[in-house]
Nanobody
Framework: QVQFVESGGGLVQPGGSLRLSCAAS????????MSWYRQAPGKERELVAH????????NYVDSVKGRFTISRDNAKNTLYLQMNSLKPNDTAVYYC???????WGQGTQVTVSS
């Protein structure tokens, strides 16, 4: 059973930081590319960051470049997203998944507000 459990979200002031975690199970994590997505109210789900199976290559949507860092620990079947210099427009539910996507988890809420 493929499963993704996202955690680490919360309420943070503009300019603050959060680190999200995604615990994956039910498949061979280390051979799959992984991504973080987010969905704000009234908007479609958006690809935020992507990482190769070994972690050697990453890419990001322009709006988060220089602020977010995606990483993974294949020994722990865990994906991470370090988010710095957070802005109100980063407010969304954040999800992780393989590429191509599988079953979606519940996500973790990130709210950036003063």
């Amino acid at each position: 059973q493929v499963q993704f459990v996202e955690s680490g979200g919360g309420l943070v002031q503009p300019g603050g930081s959060l680190r999200l975690s995604c615990a994956a199970s039910g498949f061979y994590f280390s051979i799959y590319e992984m991504s973080w997505y987010r969905q704000a109210p009234g908007k479609e789900r958006e690809l935020v960051a992507h990482i190769s199976n070994g972690g050697g290559r990453t890419n990001y949507v322009d709006s988060v470049k220089g602020r977010f860092t995606i990483s993974r620990d294949n020994a722990k079947n865990t994906l991470y997203l370090q988010m710095n210099s957070l802005k109100p427009n980063d407010t969304a539910v954040y999800y992780c998944n393989t590429r191509p996507t599988r079953t979606w988890g519940q996500g973790t809420q990130v709210t950036v507000s003063s």
